[in-house]
């Protein structure tokens, strides 16, 4: 069965990460609500403004607008096998409405928790760079980059950081995460759908388990 492939985990702990390596091998897309909200902040309309501000608190969107936008791009001809949803269901509303989407798409729900202890979640998002043309995720502590601040594959390009990756800002997105978005975990652990992947090894072998869990659950 076709299958959304659900990447939870706290700010940092390297949903991202996953998702790409996912897309890349599994050919299906990764839908990033997080990466949708940056692009869609970028213009100049009143929503494009409402967007920036709350991102930059790091509290979440609403999930009027949050929905809408889900709904519509996860109903786009690439989506049909299957997709990605990274830092989406976010709110117990989020996943209501993601159990009705599965239905009305023929989807599985299947949930991987990428669990990563909160003191290593400081550095991994202040250290982290993004190149702002392939979107390769760097860490200047973990992952840096061949050449200063600039993109391996694109090494005329600087890598920039997120407004929202400061240490201030990343004790409000914890303590969101920990309202808002943890006891999601339980309602998946319930339907027996969440599976727990160790955020503390090398990314490849993170994506490993990922996909040896995932052939399993076929
Ligand atoms: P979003 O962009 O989703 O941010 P987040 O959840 O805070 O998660 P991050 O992107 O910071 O971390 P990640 O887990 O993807 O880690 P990454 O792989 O990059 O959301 C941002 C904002 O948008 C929200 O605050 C909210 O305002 C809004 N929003 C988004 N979705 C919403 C929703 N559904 N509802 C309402 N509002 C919403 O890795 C991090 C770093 O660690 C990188 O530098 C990486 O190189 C490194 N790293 C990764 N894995 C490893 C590893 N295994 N070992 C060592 N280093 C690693
Ligand atoms: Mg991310």
Aim: charged share 30%.
């Amino acid at each position: 069965m076709s299958k959304i492939i659900v990447l939870m985990g706290a700010p940092g702990a390297g949903k991202g990460t996953q998702a790409r390596l996912l897309q890349e091998r599994l050919g299906l897309p990764q839908i990033s609500t997080g990466d949708m909200f940056r692009a869609l902040a970028e213009a100049s309309t009143p929503l494009a403004e409402e967007v920036r501000a709350v991102q930059s608190t790091g509290k979440l969107i609403s999930d009027d607008l949050v929905i809408r936008v889900v709904h519509e791009r996860t109903n786009r001809e690439d989506c049909k096998s299957g997709y990605i949803l990274d830092g989406f269901p976010r709110t117990t509303v989020q996943a209501t409405m993601l159990e009705r989407l599965a239905v009305e798409q023929g989807h599985k729900v299947s949930a991987i928790f990428v669990d990563a202890p909160f003191e290593v979640l400081e550095k991994r998002t202040t250290g982290r760079r993004i190149c702002p043309v392939c979107g390769e995720i760097y860490n200047v502590y973990f992952k840096p980059p061949k050449f200063d601040n600039a993109c391996d594959q694109h090494p005329e390009t600087q890598l920039i950081q997120r407004t929202d990756d400061t240490a201030e800002k990343i004790k409000v997105r914890l303590e969101t995460y920990k309202q808002q978005t943890e006891p999601l975990l339980e309602y998946y652990k319930a339907s027996k759908r969440l599976f727990k992947v160790d955020g503390m090894r090398d990314p490849q072998k993170i994506y490993e388990d990922i996909e040896a869990i995932l052939t399993g659950d076929d």
